[in-house]
């Protein structure tokens, strides 16, 4: 089966695909930022039927989008389990010191949700545009920050790069442990410091060969005689078109509803 690298683009006809990506960061933005105000079950499952939604406009699978939560699953089981313990509350179960509460099963689970959303509605803004045009958009929106001296071309310029990185990086790391697999590394078997101290052999050929890609990208841009303050143009100027509106106005009618609610 092929894994979908977090970040990473799919090239697909949808409609989705078509929008204009400073409606995408806009929109997405906003839904995020919705997250946040979501308590009670319901809401849950207006935000899941947006995400089905966002599925089917995008002409995604709901495994593609599940992969992107794997990507936060250390910071949803540490969470979840520290408001579990920590939370004062009816205790459920207690182990010596620890005590479980259903108040902190509650806020747990609320809190993995809120993170199993984020990632997914990240993880479509990744899949549906390209990170030139994102990196495009993201300037543009930015722009009126230049006359408060916001170095808004650089700050394009590395978001696009690491963008562009994220999927790279990923597939680098798996293929240095399949290496260090080969040769008899097990990274499943032993201590929290045994295994800590085994990553240590796959960190630093991933360090090294990061290192390595960020100079080849410095000597190409330079052959290129890419240079950041000079104004550029581009092949295809970014246009809003009605599509883009209707999914403007409808994502800030759901932002409100979920204000309001």
């Known amino acids: 089966m092929v894994r979908v690298a977090f970040g990473r683009y799919i090239a697909r006809k949808s409609y989705l695909h078509t929008l204009d990506p400073r409606v995408k960061v806009i929109s997405i933005s906003m839904l995020m930022a919705s997250v946040f105000f979501l308590n009670h079950w319901a809401e849950y499952l207006i935000m899941t039927a947006m995400l089905l939604l966002l599925m089917l406009l995008g002409r995604l699978s709901w495994r593609e989008l599940s992969l992107s939560v794997f990507s ?9 389990f ?5 939370t004062p509350g009816e205790v459920l179960v207690q182990f010596g010191p620890v005590t479980l509460t259903r108040a902190g099963l509650y806020l747990g689970l609320t809190l ?10 990240s993880a479509v803004l990744g899949f549906t545009t390209r ?3 994102l990196s495009e958009g993201i300037h543009t929106l930015m722009r009126p920050l230049q006359r408060f001296g916001v170095p808004v071309r650089k700050m394009a310029l590395v978001f696009s790069v690491g963008l562009r ?17 080969a ?3 097990d990274f499943k078997t032993g201590s929290l410091v045994q295994r800590v101290k085994r990553l240590l052999a796959v960190f630093m050929p991933l360090l090294s060969a990061c290192l390595r890609r960020a100079d080849d990208l410095t000597l190409a841009m ?9 104004p550029r143009s581009y092949w295809h100027p970014l246009k809003l078109h009605w ?6 106005v409808v994502v800030l009618v759901l932002f409100l509803i979920f204000l309001a609610i």
């Open 72 to 80: 936060v699953a250390v910071l949803m089981s540490v969470s979840f």
């Open 112 to 121: 993995a949700g809120r993170l199993a959303f984020l990632a997914m509605l």
């Open 131 to 133: 990170s030139a045009e």
């Open 183 to 185: 040769r008899g590394i």
């Open 82 to 86: 520290l408001q579990l313990a920590f």
């Open 243 to 248: 599509a883009d509106g209707l999914a403007g």
């Open 222 to 230: 330079d052959a290129r005689g890419y240079q950041l303050d000079v």
């Open 165 to 181: 990185f994220v999927p790279i990086v990923l597939e680098q790391g798996k293929q240095i442990m399949r290496a260090q697999q």
